[in-house]
């Protein structure tokens, strides 16, 4: 097999600090569901990225946070895993100079880890100069960090140099996927994301994170080059569906047209998309609806 620069590498941060966004960028899909919410990454996504001289198998990882029920429980245990048998792990923070206190807890794992790291310092198109040098000091003196990195996602400022940086910390051997892989999720999958995704950006704050995504059918019609979409909108209250659903179904309508046009490009289809709504009472604190949700160690 050919040996080229290949290997497995977490990246971890809480919640909005632009992981998603970075590694979309990288992979050059949009593979990572983003949104300005928290809890928009719910587990584990591997994603790949491929070039003449190396695979780089990206891990990424719900945004740490203080879990509040069993789902939040499940993305901390996510993280957490994430962190094991990777070759190198990437921490990701913002401009924001004060360390709270989940970014305290994550420094304090990573220092009980004995792999190598660095840290991404990520929207350094909203400092100057001075400041971006005073806040690379700040993770400089840690002594944790093998490097310190400074992007901007959104912009794709440095990335290049990023993808150059970790490189160097991966050791030959094979590649472990095919080069027409970007990631281990299935269209399926995707397509669940896809449309979760416009519901956290379209829905107001309170509803978002305990809506759950089920697709019932998903089937390409023999007679016509149309794939055949059913998805279920699982909400947590009543009251929920309603807003989901809009005033004469305009809300879902929206849903549905945001997410249609994404799916088609995303799998070089016409797509028929059908979106139901129901009611799975107070689901994220259950932990048999966790499982059934497909939120579990495989």
């Known amino acids: 097999m050919e040996s080229i620069k290949s290997g497995f590498v977490s990246i971890i941060g809480r919640s909005n600090v632009g992981k998603s966004t970075l590694l979309n960028r990288i992979i050059g ?3 990572s569901i983003i949104s300005n919410k928290p809890q928009t990454t ?5 994603l790949i990225y491929n070039s003449l001289d190396s695979q780089i198998i990206f891990v990424d990882t719900p945004g740490v946070q203080n879990p509040k029920n069993k789902l939040g429980e499940f993305m901390l245990k996510e993280a957490r895993t994430s962190l094991k048998d990777v070759d190198l792990i990437l921490y990701m923070v913002d401009t924001n100079f004060e360390i709270g206190e989940l970014d305290s807890s994550i420094i304090e794992m990573l220092k009980k880890i004995n792999l190598p790291k660095l840290c991404i310092v990520n929207k350094i198109d909203t400092l100057n100069t001075e400041e971006l040098s005073k806040l690379i000091t700040k993770y400089e003196d840690m002594k944790l960090f093998d490097n310190i990195v400074p992007i901007s996602a959104s912009e794709g400022t440095n990335v290049y140099n990023l993808i150059n940086e970790i490189k160097s910390f991966l050791p030959y051997g094979p590649k472990y996927y095919s080069d027409d892989m970007i990631t281990d ?3 399926r999958e ?3 994301e896809i449309i979760r995704e416009k519901t956290l950006n379209l829905l107001r704050d309170e509803i978002p994170h305990g809506i759950n995504i089920l697709i019932e059918k998903f089937s390409i019609r023999k007679n016509k080059p149309i794939i055949d979409i059913d998805a279920t909108i699982c909400v947590e209250k009543k009251s ?4 989901v659903i809009g005033k004469n179904g305009a809300m879902i309508l929206k849903i549905g047209k945001s997410a249609r046009m994404d799916i088609e490009k995303f799998l070089d289809s016409k797509v028929n ?3 139901f709504v129901k009611i799975d009472d107070d689901w994220r604190n259950k932990s048999f609806k966790v499982k059934e949700f497909g939120y579990f160690k495989k």
């Open 190 to 192: 995707i397509v669940g």
């Open 273 to 275: 998309l059908k979106l």
């Open 240 to 243: 929920h569906k309603g807003m």
């Open 29 to 31: 899909e949009k593979i």
């Open 42 to 46: 719910r587990t584990n996504l591997k």
């Open 185 to 187: 999720q299935t269209e």
